[in-house]
């Protein structure tokens, strides 16, 4: 086996187990993401809410008030149904991975597989960021 291919499999693969990882217990949402300010005390609460059976699970933010509202609208976002689909995205970058190995080790790589490898490669880029193994860190 190519043992650059094999490296992008097993890594396509650590992501996946990762994120699934992060998704244990988890609220499913759907998150809403919700601010409210009361000037008479000048405070700000920003985050994003869940229910749960019968309770709401709340993430709040605090810090930069120019950056809050955003932050809040990206975990609205990324409720549950999509990290579950980034790991299915990772694991079958892995499986197309040992594919092209199997290709390449047939002497059959064409440039479509080549492009394809391209296209699975900004695939890993999106892993290592997930692992925080990303370039420069």
């Known amino acids: 086996m190519n043992a ?9 693969r650590r992501a996946a187990g990762h994120v699934r990882g992060h998704l244990v217990d988890v609220t499913p949402g759907p998150w809403m993401s919700v601010g409210e300010t009361n000037r008479k005390n000048s405070i700000a609460l920003v985050g994003a809410v869940a229910k749960r059976g019968t309770g709401q699970a709340i993430a709040v ?18 409720h549950p149904p999509v990290p579950e689909g980034l790991a299915a995205l990772f694991d079958r970058a892995a499986a197309a991975m040992d594919s092209l190995d199997d290709t390449d080790r047939q002497m059959r790589m064409t440039e479509a597989h080549l492009a394809h490898l ?20």
């Open 4 to 12: 650059k291919l094999r490296e992008h499999a097993d890594l396509l």
């Open 61 to 78: 933010l605090a810090g930069d008030p120019r950056t809050r509202h955003a932050d809040a609208r990206l975990i609205e976002l990324m």
């Open 118 to 137: 391209a296209d699975l490669m900004e695939i890993v880029r999106l892993a290592r960021e997930v692992l925080r193994e990303g370039v420069g860190r």
